[in-house]
């Protein structure tokens, strides 16, 4: 019983792992699609004071081509992450699914002591 006890116990602690990795997955992406926004306003604002939006351009501004690079590179992170969210999301519900069989077993095998309970004290009077 006491084994069973301590394997749900962690099968708890790695679906909370698992969780966790979710959420920083989650929030890193969030922070990566913010720093690309933000610098996408930047690579626009400094478009408009050089009056030059075209990339190809001799005398587009140096800060706007390497701002764009880093969005670029941010947004690909984005994307990266969020193929590693959809395999952590599937190992999570693989984690949660076996946790319930196992607490499902031993709500099973607690609700059958319990049944059997009061024949063995009819058994002992």
């Known amino acids: 019983m006491k084994s069973r006890e ?19 997955i989650e929030t890193m992406i969030a922070d990566f ?13 400094e478009e408009e004071r050089s ?6 351009h001799f005398a587009y501004p140096t800060y706007a081509r390497a701002a ?7 947004r ?3 994307d990266e992450l969020r193929a590693q ?15 319930r069989k196992f607490e499902m077993l031993d709500d099973r095998d607690q609700a059958a002591r319990e049944r059997n309970e009061p024949q063995q004290q009819l058994a002992r009077a």
């Open 6 to 24: 301590s394997l749900i116990r962690l099968k708890r602690f790695q679906v909370e792992e698992k969780r966790r990795r979710l959420s920083q």
């Open 33 to 45: 699609e913010r720093m690309a926004g933000d610098l996408e306003r930047e690579i626009r604002g």
């Open 76 to 78: 690909r992170s984005a």
């Open 85 to 99: 969210l959809d395999d952590a999301r599937g190992i999570f519900e693989e984690a949660f699914d076996e946790l």
């Open 51 to 56: 009056g030059i939006s075209d990339q190809t």
């Open 68 to 74: 764009a690079q880093r969005r670029d590179n941010l």
